[in-house]
């Protein structure tokens, strides 16, 4: 059971997949413009994460090596098409802001990372703890980096304003982003090395 | 392995069928809520909407709705997009007959966040197209018009009016003879 536990942890701190892996780092940099938007952007990636996960590690026995990322590829467009239809069906709002960026799912390299690094070598239930444990990570970077720039860019956190006025702009703009991203990763890496 | 990879497709190709069967329908009525919603916005209240027609004038074609009410047509709601800062601008643009603006809405832009995206917030700037009246210059003041720019968002504020002016400029060629708008405007502030 700690075993199982410590998979799930292992994708929030010591593989942390933003702050530590640094993978996946077009997602994050394009949608963390707020923290609502970054965190259903990890959510629909968490979506995909755990099942892609599944799937690979139950064909990866029969997949012959040579076309297994073809093969892991087709998976994962698959799962996130779906994901792109049901947003695009049921939650058209949601869909709207990230829209562009539900595709890109498909490339992000965290999904492939994961299904080849530790999908293709577990069984099924290790597999989608891994999925949860990285997409949670995923997620909560991103609803941090998300909120930081919310706060500094727009005076506001989930969208309830707190501070009046405009805030400052270059936070929502792509430089705040590399900026914000910069500064959370030291500081996500000083902390973790102390324990 | 082609087997493999065959099979792989096969099935993948299988359950997306399944599922775009599945949200089509979903997914067609959440565009049409979505067109609905924005063409009753700009309109008056109460009347009953066309399907959408065409026009053109000046070589561009444009979608536009028609809406009756007690027999007569009583507003016009305009599709109308020009290049703003940062892409194309997007309007759904509401006119009374007359060619007084009754309404306007964004219906998508790639204006910069915090300058010209505030053409999608900024009360001052939004509220001034209600009632805009039918003879008013659609050019920013700082090009001798009526329209009050976004500050520091010329360029947004200038294609926001020029999508505004298509609008009218069409509606007045439909309708040139018309009387009714400007009565159903109501309470407008300043």
């Known amino acids: ?195 | 392995m082609t087997l493999v990879l065959f099979g792989t497709c096969l099935v993948c190709s299988a359950i997306l069928g399944a599922v775009y069967g599945i949200t089509k329908d979903p997914i067609a009525a959440a565009a049409a809520a979505e067109a609905r919603a924005a063409i009753a916005e700009v309109l008056p209240e109460g009347g009953e909407i066309s399907e959408a027609k065409t026009a053109e004038i000046d070589g561009v074609k444009y979608e536009y709705y028609e809406e009756y009410g007690g027999g007569q047509t009583v507003g016009y709601a305009v599709k109308s997009s020009t290049a703003g800062f940062g892409g194309t601008l997007s309007l759904m643009v509401g006119v009374l007959p007359d060619g007084t603006i009754f309404n306007t809405k964004v219906l998508s832009h790639s204006e910069t966040p915090g300058l010209g995206a505030k053409c999608t917030s900024d009360k001052k700037f939004m509220g001034q197209w209600y009632g805009f009246n039918k003879d008013g210059n659609l050019t920013v003041k700082k090009d001798g018009g009526d329209v009050d720019a976004i500050t520091a968002s010329t360029i947004t504020s200038r294609a926001y009016a020029l999508a505004v002016a298509q609008a009218r400029k069409l509606v007045k060629t439909l309708d040139p003879d018309a009387t009714t708008g400007a009565s159903l405007i109501k309470n407008k502030e300043n």
Not at chain 1, 150 to 171: Q, R, Y
Not at chain 1, 181 to 193: H, S
Request: some cysteine.
């Open chain 1, 1 to 195: 059971m700690a075993n199982k536990l410590s998979l799930i942890t292992n994708g929030l701190l010591k593989e942390n997949p933003t702050f530590v892996l640094v993978l996946g780092m077009c997602p994050t940099l394009a949608t963390t413009t707020s923290a609502m938007n970054g965190m259903e952007m990890g959510l629909a990636t968490l979506f995909v994460l755990v099942l892609s996960n599944i799937v690979v590690s139950l064909v990866a026995p029969i997949v012959p090596d040579k076309v297994h990322i073809p093969v892991y590829i087709v998976i994962i467009a698959t799962f996130v098409t779906v994901l792109q239809l049901l947003m695009q069906a049921f939650v058209p709002d949601i869909y709207r802001t990230l829209g562009l960026f539900i595709p890109l799912i498909v490339v992000n390299c965290i999904i492939l990372g994961r299904a080849e690094a530790f999908a293709s070598k577990h069984n099924w239930l290790e597999s989608a703890l891994d999925g949860i444990g990285i997409g949670i990570g995923f997620t909560l970077s991103l609803t941090v980096i998300g909120i930081v720039r919310e706060i500094l860019g727009s005076g506001s956190v989930f969208g309830w304003k707190f501070i009046p006025g405009d805030g400052i702009l270059a936070f929502v703009m792509a430089p705040g982003a590399f900026m914000v991203l910069g500064y959370l990763m030291v500081l996500f890496n000083k902390l973790a090395k102390k324990k």
